[in-house]
């Protein structure tokens, strides 16, 4: 699903990533360990194009994706996260989860009025995705929680 070629990222002298190298399958779970100044977040900053490489390559299911801008990237699936997660706490965790698609019809005003079918369809759409991710992170039980 993604591989790592080579990376790097220098900040004048100092070489944060220093020929990284790794491949992360589909389906896969992938944990990235190292100390405090490692060199870790400037990894993910650097795939999920935050950052630009100073050599090597990203690809990403077939199609080298190496300093792509981060809203590229989301519309091709990939989205950087942050430690600190920032949710709506008044929505339950599914509502959460149907949130994270950009583009959705019901952004607009015009479709508020117009394409209410296109805008519930939608919606029923993202349920069903939203329900399939707390399948796969077996946490269904708390879809109508805050």
Same mark, same amino acid.
Do not use: K, N, Q
């Given at each position: 699903m993604i591989e790592v070629r080579e990376l790097h990222k220098h900040f004048g002298g100092f070489h944060a990533v220093d020929g990284a190298s790794l491949r992360i399958e589909t389906g896969s779970i992938t944990g990235l360990i190292g100390p405090n100044g490692a060199g870790k977040t400037t990894l993910f900053n650097v795939i999920a194009g935050v950052l630009p490489a100073t050599g090597g390559t990203v690809i990403m299911d077939? $199609?080298?994706i190496t300093g792509l801008p981060p809203h590229? #990237?989301?519309s091709k699936? #990939? #989205?950087r996260t942050f430690q600190i &997660?920032? $949710?709506f706490h008044s929505m =339950?965790? *599914?509502e959460n989860l149907m949130m994270v698609p950009a583009g959705q019809s019901g952004e607009t005003l015009w479709n508020t009025w117009f394409g209410r079918r296109r805008i519930a369809d939608? $919606? *029923? &759409?993202l349920r069903a995705k939203a329900d399939e991710v707390l399948d796969f992170l =077996?946490?269904?039980h708390l879809a109508d929680h805050p």
């Open positions: 077939g $199609e080298d590229v #990237l989301f699936g #990939l #989205l &997660a920032h $949710e =339950t965790c *599914r939608e $919606e *029923r &759409a =077996t946490i269904s």
